[in-house]
Structure formats: C-alpha cells, structure tokens
C-alpha cells in the first residue's frame, strides 16, 4: 500500500524554524517530483515548494528565501526546512507526489506568540 506521511509539525514563535518530513513508502519514490502544499483556516490549499527527481527544486514567492525543499532517495523522505517562520504561515501542511494522487494526512503547523 503507497503512502506518504508528513510529520515534524508543532507551535513556534515567529521568527521560528521547523524542519518537516514526508517519508514515502509502497511506490518508486525516485519515480516522482514531491511537492509541498498548505492549507490555512478558511483558505484555500496552496502550493509551497516542490523538488524533482533531478533535485530542481520551486518555491512559492511568499516562502523564497525562507524555505528549502530537500531529498533524500535513500530514505524515501523529502523535507521542507521553514526558518523565519511568519504568523501568515500557520497552516495544515501536506506533501503529494506529484502527479500520481497520492497525498499525505497533513501535519499542523502554528506560528504564534
């Protein structure tokens, strides 16, 4: 059975850092471009960041410079490391490998004071 599962979310003060994790297992990682998503209350889910297989790697405007994307294909894992972390980012986060419809369940991110 294929799957993804996000984790490494919590509470952090602004101006924080966390680091999350997707680790996939039950398919050909390598095989796929992983993208990171979001959801905040009331809005819409957007896109994040993404890396391909090939280790290229986009990111929204609003977390340029902020976020970094990474993988490791030996574990199956892709994360975001998220520094300088702003109240605007509070939301539920979510890796899919792109493409392929498959989704995490999401791990809560709050970025308060």
């Known amino acids: 059975q294929s799957q993804l599962v996000e984790s490494g979310g919590g509470l952090v003060q602004p101006g924080g850092s966390l680091r999350l994790s997707c680790a996939a297992s039950?398919?050909?990682?390598?095989?796929?471009?992983i993208g990171w998503f979001r959801q905040a209350p009331g809005k819409q889910r957007e896109w994040v960041a993404s890396?391909?297989?090939?280790?290229?790697?986009n990111y929204a405007a609003s977390v340029k410079g902020r976020f970094t994307i990474s993988r490791d294909n030996a574990k199956n894992t892709v994360y975001l490391q998220m520094n300088s972390l702003k109240v605007e980012d509070t939301a539920v986060y979510s890796c899919?490998?792109?493409?392929?419809?498959?989704w995490g369940q999401g791990t809560q991110v709050i970025v308060s004071s």
């Open positions: 890396i391909t297989s090939e280790d290229r790697t």
């Open positions: 039950g398919f050909t990682f390598d095989d796929y471009a």
């Open positions: 899919s490998a792109l493409g392929s419809g498959k």
